[in-house]
């Protein structure tokens, strides 16, 4: 797996993977709002990024189009890995002591776990039926 983003880095590979692919216009323009970060300086950290193997790159011209190389669940599990040993029940309780959740939302995530669950047990039953 390649190395863990920076913060910066994490902040450009959020437009990548909304986008799919872009340019270093196209994410100069979702970023210098919020960033204040110059073109030039997002064209010298995709290159980084680049070289670090978190994105790659096509040329289409005289434009170089960049891709993510990593998606947001692969860097979702090594931050499980790196910080909680990848003791997921810990990253979940830590978030929920962390945050300001409300009703609603403890309901969404209750849906997503059993929805999960649904989909573990479908993948299971299949599994069985090829035996």
Request: proline letters at 2%.
């Amino acid at each position: 797996m390649s190395p863990s983003p920076t913060d910066r880095e994490m902040e450009i590979l959020k437009v990548l993977w909304e986008l799919g692919e872009g340019s270093v216009r196209d994410v100069h323009e979702r970023l210098a709002s919020k960033s204040g970060l110059h073109f030039n300086t997002i064209q010298t950290q995709l290159r980084i990024m680049d070289e670090k193997g978190l994105v790659s790159h096509r040329q289409d011209g005289r434009t170089f189009l960049y891709k993510p190389n990593c998606s947001r669940e692969q860097v979702s599990s090594q931050f499980l890995h790196k910080v909680f040993d990848g003791a997921l029940a810990q990253l979940v309780l830590c978030m929920l002591n962390a945050e300001q959740i409300n009703a609603k939302e403890l309901q969404d995530i209750e849906q997503l776990i059993a929805d999960s669950r649904k989909r573990k047990q479908t993948r299971g039953r299949n599994k069985g039926d090829a035996k």
